[in-house]
Structures are given as C-alpha cells and as structure tokens.
C-alpha cells in the first residue's frame, strides 16, 4: 500500500540542479513529506521534510504543491557525492514511522 | 557527536549460530530503531523502542529474533539461531522523537552473512 510514487531511476549533469518529483495523491492533512537519502553502502541520511510550505536547508529545497498531491526534492548544484537512492516518505505528523519505498536511485554524471 | 555507532561492521557465521548486534544511540536521543535492508524487501522497520521500552515489534520476523535495550545508550539485536535467509545490512537509528519531529539518524549498518 504504496503512499508514494517516484521514478526509478534518472540521471543528472554535475553542477546542475537535480530536480526529483514524488507523488503522493493520498496525503492526508495531518502527513508530512519526508526525503532521506542512502549512498552506497551507508545509512539513509534525512534531508529534508515539510507540512504544506516550501523549505529550504544547506542541502536542498523541498517544493510542495498548493493541493500537497506531489512534490519535488531540488539538489541546486549537484556533485559526484549526491549519487544515491533518494526516498520519499509520507509520514503521519507524530507518527515514528518512517516507511521506505524502493525511491529514485540518482546518477550524478561528471 | 560520533552519531550512532553499530557493531561490528560485519559479521560472518554459520547456519544455527547466534547473533548479536549491537548498536549505540546517540546520546540524548529517546527513541532507538532497527531495520533490515535486503535487496528483495527493501528496508523495513523490525523494533522500536522509545525511552528504552519497546512500543512496536511487529516488523521482528520471528522468534529467533530478539531485541533489549537495558539501558538509554546501548541496544543489541540478538538471532538465535541464524539462518541463510538472515543474511542481510541491519541498521540502527535513533532520533528526538517529540510530537512532529521525528528526524532519525542512521548509523553505518551491520553486513551479516548466514553460511
């Protein structure tokens, strides 16, 4: 019971934005949007969450549409090291569950 | 903060063998995890504890698997006996978990092979 749809795979130029789209047309009031990241052979890594606002950390920003039925993940200059899979995770606002889905494995290419 | 720590790194053992995971949240964190990550089934939850106490075990996938945490800075996740299909990188995470935060921190994960 998938509560998030992301592409497979895609690939991006170093130095240029990388834009990752998640859709999430079920997401309640009360859901959060989540993005961890997991490089190879590491632990998943947080980036990233937000309500219904658009956020933005030393990492990345996080764009929600007006009706939160998607959203996409910006890495504004990527580089070798942002090459992973990037999960996102819908997650119920004082919920500890965080549910990993197979994500978007991003290729960073020189 | 050295993040959390997870012992060992990896872990080679015989078919019926017991293992122990071991895992050390980072400090001042109230809730601990462990997950399972196998290229099959992805990562799923197995344990959680929450100010040392286990709230949802529902993710162990069978008795063989047992977890404790005695104490605030120290978890272990225990298979006895092993077998093949164990075989799999166990993650421990910890967070701050109060009302809608919920930010969980990762540590290196445990490579184990069942033979």
């Known amino acids: 019971d998938a509560k998030t749809t992301q592409p497979p795979s895609m690939d991006c130029a170093e130095g240029r934005a990388a834009n990752l789209p998640c859709n999430h047309s079920t997401i309640s009031g009360n859901e959060y949007v989540y993005w961890y990241r997991q490089i190879h052979s590491q632990g998943p890594q947080y980036i990233i969450h937000g309500l219904k606002n658009n956020e933005t950390n030393e990492m990345a920003s996080l764009i929600i549409t007006e009706d939160r039925k998607s959203s996409t993940l910006i890495l504004p200059h990527a580089t070798l090291r942002d090459t992973a899979v990037y999960y996102c995770?819908?997650?119920?606002?004082?919920?500890?569950?965080?549910?990993f889905g197979a994500g978007t494995t991003v290729t960073v290419r020189a | 903060d050295a993040g959390v720590i997870q012992s060992p790194r990896h872990e080679v053992t015989e078919m019926g063998q017991e293992v122990t995971l071991r895992c050390k949240p980072i400090?001042?964190?109230?809730?601990l995890f462990w997950y399972r990550q196998t290229m099959m089934r992805g990562l799923e939850l197995l344990i959680y504890?929450?100010?040392?106490?286990?709230?949802?075990d529902s993710g162990m996938p069978e008795d063989r698997f047992s977890a404790k945490m005695p104490n605030a800075s120290f978890s272990t996740l225990k298979i006895q006996p092993s077998e093949p299909r164990d075989s799999a990188v166990y993650f421990c995470?910890?967070?701050?978990?109060?009302?809608?935060?919920?930010?969980?921190?990762f540590g290196p994960g445990t490579r184990l092979t069942v033979l």
């Open positions: 995770i819908v997650r119920v606002k004082g919920d500890y569950k965080l549910s």
């Open positions: 400090s001042g964190h109230n809730s």
């Open positions: 995470a910890s967070s701050w978990t109060s009302g809608d935060y919920n930010e969980q921190f």
């Open positions: 504890f929450n100010n040392n106490v286990p709230i949802d």
